[in-house]
């Protein structure tokens, strides 16, 4: 589960993220949508441990992120828009390496990353460098590590950037299943269309304030928008916010 009191983030005079307060609890995939700039990476971000709020609080399976930070951190896979990788390591070096920090039991390590491996298409290129990947392979061999050590929270920063068609797809089945077996999973996207498809919830950000929750219908029903498109939602809602503003 994941829980924000009252969060807010400030980079000097500019407040990236303002007062937000939300809960995800296990067994949902929540998606958070907004405009570029809108907040949504930052806030990701401290979800994740990365950055420190500036006010208010981030609690994981009911662990507080500011007291016990590791024992937070042990609990969430992290998957970043942008794979950073030790591309001089193989895939299955970079596993051992992701295992080690979570302190995967070693007797149990090399069946659990061929599994990951195999289940995301990269079991054949285990003994290859990373540098020699394509950026869709890199992001699927992030995703390997980021659920090697069965996390309880699965938090994603745009999830389908590089992947094909097939990639996607199986991204989203994935991310369905992990739901099914109580996993929270907190996803940012631009594409729409993946949210209204995959998603329990959405939650809409813009300026850096939480402007909408609830599932598709729900905010249907508080735009009145005509047709069941989250495209037409979410217009209507960040261009009414920037409207009153």
């Known amino acids: ?66 007291r016990e930070p590791e024992k937070a951190k042990a609990r969430i896979g992290f998957i970043p828009d942008r794979p950073y990788l030790y591309e001089k390591l193989t895939a299955i070096e970079f596993l051992r390496f992701t295992s080690d920090l979570y302190g995967v039991d070693t007797a149990s390590f090399y069946d659990r990353a061929i599994s990951m491996l195999r289940l995301f298409s990269l079991e054949q290129w285990k003994d290859i460098l990373i540098e020699s990947f394509s950026h869709g392979m890199k992001q699927r061999l992030i995703m390997a590590g980021a659920l090697l050590h069965d996390p309880d929270v699965l938090v994603v920063d745009e999830p389908m950037v590089g992947l094909d068609p097939a990639g996607i797809r199986m991204v989203m089945e994935l991310f369905r299943k992990l739901a099914a077996s ?40 508080k735009t009145d928008a005509g047709r069941p498109d989250l495209e037409e939602v979410f217009f209507r809602l960040t261009q009414e916010q920037d409207g009153d503003g």
């Open 1 to 66: 589960m994941i829980e924000l009191c009252n969060l807010t983030k400030k980079f000097g005079e500019f407040t990236a993220v303002s007062d937000v307060t939300l809960t995800v609890p296990g067994g949902e995939v929540f998606g958070f949508i907004g405009p570029n700039g809108a907040g949504k990476t930052t806030t990701i971000r401290i979800i994740g441990g990365i950055l420190a709020p500036t006010s208010g609080s981030v609690r994981i399976c009911g662990i507080d992120m500011a």
């Open 182 to 221: 109580g996993v929270a999973v907190f996803m940012s996207t631009h594409t729409l269309a993946v949210a209204q498809d995959v998603c329990d919830r959405v939650g809409v950000i813009n300026h850096g304030r939480l402007i909408a929750v609830g599932t598709i219908e729900d905010l249907m029903e």
